[in-house]
């Protein structure tokens, strides 16, 4: 089952009749492990009616019985701070147009935390909906000396209780047949008090009748968490932590990198050999094979990124890291829930501006979406490790570590800092007198990852990038194939200009250096001159206004135009065509340097925009962020290559 996850949200025809079975409950309650239990990790995504807040539908099937499985998002109560737990709410309440009530509800309590879940499960219970609880994490509970006789919780609750351990898929089965049942699930004879003093008595004496002795606390836990949360020494791990990764994603994935270069080399090589035509070989092997294979090559850097980033999350690490920058945080006048927005930009940053719809404040939100743009997304990663690759020896090393990796992390860090620094100032412009709404996160205790869970999670960013791949970068690629190659040139202007027509290599060198391309780089070269950027590299950057990673694809075609057999060393020996630079080399350190930076910061996407365009209802702010972004990386790149210059002078 598919959606386009950009789409509308009304009732599906094909669902029509199903039963609705909403899921709520608290994030890391374990909710979405329960969902992609139940329906088999085929959800469909998309918006709810009149909203930009996604929502999350599955099919659970038990049999010929079928049930519509919805996860909402996650909330701490139903008094809303949120537009996320506004949805919850609005959902619950049947408030959205189209959407409807739900049939029935799963409340997913984990059991470790039972005490603070019981204030929200008075709340859903009064709504008089057909309700079970499933209650999660059951086994660590156990493991940690807590107790809870699930059977008198269900007796005292009035409602039918489930244990479920959802990434180990221990219990599923049974809930499944659970909602055939759905219209004959037991109800509480007296719906619970709302009142805040009764609701809390009411929770004491349900688990006390049920027996629940909370877990003792992690022993591990309460000792790493010493060191991980310390001020300074959890700073310190920090940064260790995201220099391993960096050296991780350099070191392990080059190997694969390089086979991965070679399959398309040879392969297009294939096609020049075999293909007859000249413009169909040139075609396939230069603009397909050449443009797309130049931006696969490093699927291996982007997977390991991903790998590594759903192992940290998985393990509970992000959390601390989420509180370690909370001070960070305040100091831009915004909270840890905004680093959470921030860090899923790592990814992409049409999530991390999604994410922000969980800050309380509007203010923070914009401040945030404002920001995220400049996190280092995965898109970057393509260029930063070719241009690294031309800028830094792989041999030289900065004490015990790569030079490689140390550049790539200093990128990142430039861009986080650059992102803090801009949420500053837009929540100052935006702001003079706001306070920093209260940060609360739950610190998870360490848990080893479920296997499936984590190569969920790397595949479902990898498959994004992946379909980019087969979309944008293809139509991008086979453009700009025809723009470097026409318009045509006969025979006789060759030879007049003084081409050797027997000589394919200075025949398609002419080519390129006269094609339409050609001139529309030039046209733009006065902005980009200060810069060191050439007529090729203009073409790049205007080409990665719709996606980072068709510069990758730009410079390939260019080199295989310039030298087929060896693009990679053509990059490096690639020199000035005319001008008073004309015979230097290109690609010297101030202007990869000056490169690096104006790709920190510039707003080269066009998926981002339109989400900041549905995010903030308006073309302003998206035309805001273009303007100062754009303006910003060539002023930085500028200084960049300013540096470098004095520096190696």
């Not at 909270?335 to 501006?353: D, H, K, N, Q, T």
């Not at 050609?518 to 205007?542: C, K, Q, S």
Request: glycine share 10%; with cysteine; hydrophobic share 50%.
């Amino acid at each position: 089952m598919s959606a386009d996850c950009h789409g509308g949200g009304g009732a599906d025809p094909v669902l029509a009749g199903v039963p609705r079975i909403a899921l709520v409950g608290a994030p890391n309650s374990g909710k979405t492990s329960v969902f992609n239990g139940l329906t088999g990790l085929r959800a469909k995504t998309g918006n709810y009616p009149g909203v930009t807040v996604s929502r999350f539908v599955g099919i659970s099937r038990t049999g010929r019985d079928r049930h519509m499985v919805e996860d909402l998002p996650g909330t701490y109560s139903l008094d809303p701070i949120s537009p996320d737990e506004q949805i919850t709410v609005d959902v619950l309440d049947g408030r959205l147009e189209d959407a409807g009530r739900p049939d029935a509800l799963l409340v997913v309590a984990d059991a470790t935390t039972l005490r603070r879940s019981s204030g929200f499960l008075a709340h859903v219970l009064a709504l008089g909906l057909p309700t079970c609880v499933v209650v999660t994490f059951t086994d660590e509970l156990a493991r940690r000396q807590g107790s809870l006789d699930v059977g008198a919780f269900a007796q005292a609750l009035g409602v039918p209780v489930l244990p479920v351990v959802g990434h180990r898929g221990h219990g599923i089965a049974r809930l499944r047949e659970q909602l055939t049942t759905w219209r004959t699930w037991s109800v509480p004879v007296v719906a619970p008090p709302t009142e805040p003093g009764e609701r809390d008595a009411w929770a004491e004496s349900v688990l006390a009748f049920a027996g629940y002795r909370p877990p003792e606390r992690h022993r591990a836990t309460r000792r790493v968490d010493a060191v991980l949360l310390h001020p300074v020494w959890g700073t310190v791990v920090f940064f260790a932590t995201m220099g391993l990764f960096f050296q991780t994603v350099f070191t392990l994935a080059a190997p694969l990198q390089g086979g991965v270069e070679s399959f398309f080399a040879w392969l297009s090589g294939q096609v020049h050999a075999h293909v007859g035509a000249p413009w169909l070989s040139g075609l396939l092997g230069d603009a397909l094979i050449g443009g797309v294979g130049g931006v696969l090559v490093f699927v291996p850097q982007i997977v390991l990124l991903f790998l590594l980033l759903a192992l940290l999350e998985g393990v509970g690490y992000m959390a601390r890291a989420a509180f370690l920058t909370d001070r960070v945080m305040a100091r831009a006048g915004l909270e840890g829930r905004a680093f959470v927005a921030l860090l899923s930009s790592f990814a992409c940053a049409v999530p991390g501006i999604l994410a922000t719809r969980t800050l309380p404040s509007a203010k923070d939100r914009l401040a945030t979406m404002m920001a995220a743009p400049l996190m280092t997304c995965s898109a970057r990663l393509p260029v930063y490790v070719l241009l690294i690759g031309l800028f830094v020896d792989p041999s030289a090393r900065v004490g015990p570590f790569g030079a490689q990796g140390v550049v790539m992390f200093g990128l990142y860090l430039l861009g986080a800092v650059s992102a803090m620094l801009a949420a500053w100032a837009f929540k100052k412009l935006g702001d003079r007198h706001g306070r920093p709404v209260p940060f609360f996160m739950e610190m998870p205790p360490y848990r080893l990852p479920a296997p499936r869970a984590v190569l969920v999670a790397m595949w479902s960013s990898a498959r994004a990038f992946l379909r980019k791949c087969s979309t944008v970068i293809v139509a991008t690629s086979v453009v700009l194939w025809l723009l470097l190659n026409l318009p045509l040139h006969t025979d006789a202007r060759l030879r007049a200009a003084g081409v050797d027509t027997t000589d394919s290599v200075a025949v398609s060198a002419y080519t390129t250096d006269h094609s339409y391309a050609a001139g529309l780089g030039r046209v733009v070269a006065p902005v980009f001159e200060p810069l060191g950027f050439d007529w090729r590299i203009d073409v790049g950057v205007l080409s990665a206004q719709a996606a980072r990673e068709t510069f990758v694809a730009t410079l390939g075609q260019v080199a295989a135009a310039e030298r087929p057999e060896e693009p990679a060393r053509a990059l490096r020996s690639m020199t000035y065509t005319d001008g008073p630079h004309a015979g230097e080399r290109v690609f010297t350190a101030p202007t990869v340097a000056a490169l690096l930076v104006y790709f920190v910061y510039a707003l080269q996407c066009t998926a981002t925009m339109a989400v900041l365009r549905r995010e903030t209802g308006t073309w302003r702010w998206p035309a805001i962020a273009f303007t100062y972004l754009t303006v910003l990386a060539w002023l930085m790149a500028y200084l960049a290559r300013t540096v470098t210059v004095v520096l190696g002078g």
